[in-house]
């Protein structure tokens, strides 16, 4: 599976931002698909995920009520649609793909090239 990646940018504190991820390749084999980001000296954390057949999804709650990921199952293309930016939200993002029903990073095999998102106060 290949991830492609796109809508990053630098924003100020309580803007919007819509991330898309295109995937191509064995799209059949994906079971979920989440946003990672990872900030400076910091550890790559889960944003959200969302699984491809049955829309199930979930959210940091850093996040929660903030940011909205959704799919397009016909475009093989997840959303992450980020409202009300803070300044802590400032990292690379990244879109990942999993065969499994887990959250770790280690379940995500697939990943595209990451997107800087920069939101300044």
């Known amino acids: 599976v290949q991830l492609q990646a796109s809508g990053g940018g ?3 504190a309580g803007d919007s931002l819509r991330l898309s991820c295109a ?4 799209t059949f084999s994906i079971y979920a698909m ?8 910091k550890e790559r954390e889960i ?3 969302i699984t491809l057949s049955g829309g199930i999804t979930y959210y ?8 909205t990921i959704s799919r397009d199952n016909a475009k093989n293309t997840v959303y992450l649609q980020m409202n009300s930016l803070k300044p ?7 879109c ?3 065969m499994y029903n887990s959250l770790r990073v280690a379940a995500f095999s697939s990943w595209g090239q990451g997107t800087q998102v920069t939101v300044s106060s």
């Open 23 to 26: 995937a191509s390749g064995r």
């Open 34 to 41: 989440a946003w990672f980001r990872q900030a400076p000296g």
């Open 10 to 12: 630098s924003v100020q």
């Open 96 to 98: 990942a793909a999993s």
């Open 60 to 67: 940091a709650d850093s996040v929660k009520g903030r940011f």
């Open 88 to 94: 802590e939200d400032t990292a690379v993002y990244y």
């Open 47 to 49: 944003v959200a995920r």
